[in-house]
């Protein structure tokens, strides 16, 4: 993981480095679609027509963002952050 741009010290983090010096939380969380009940909406809309299961329940454990960006010294601002992952196209 790379930490650049609008900050005092850019970081290069690998796996190690995110469970060795960060805590972990856990977070459970729903996700829903926004196109759940979508087969009660009138005028009928292009797409899948789901009823109510287009969601679910996750826990995810990760570190806090916050203290991540605290480590690279976000400097005051800062508007947006973008994310990129390993995929490609």
Do not use: H
């Not at 850019?10 to 060795?20: C, G, I, K, M, R």
């Not at 789901?50 to 800062?78: F, Q, Y």
């Amino acid at each position: 993981m790379q930490v650049e741009g609008n900050v005092n010290r850019p970081l290069a983090l690998n796996y190690s480095d995110l469970t060795e010096k960060f805590k972990t939380v856990s977070v459970a969380a729903v996700n829903q679609c926004s196109g759940n009940s979508r087969s009660r909406l009138q005028p009928r809309v292009p797409g899948a027509q789901w009823g109510n299961g287009a969601m679910g329940n996750a826990l995810w454990t990760s570190v806090r963002l916050r203290e991540i960006l605290d480590m690279a010294g976000l400097k005051s601002g800062s508007l947006q952050l973008r994310f990129q992952g390993l995929e490609t196209g």
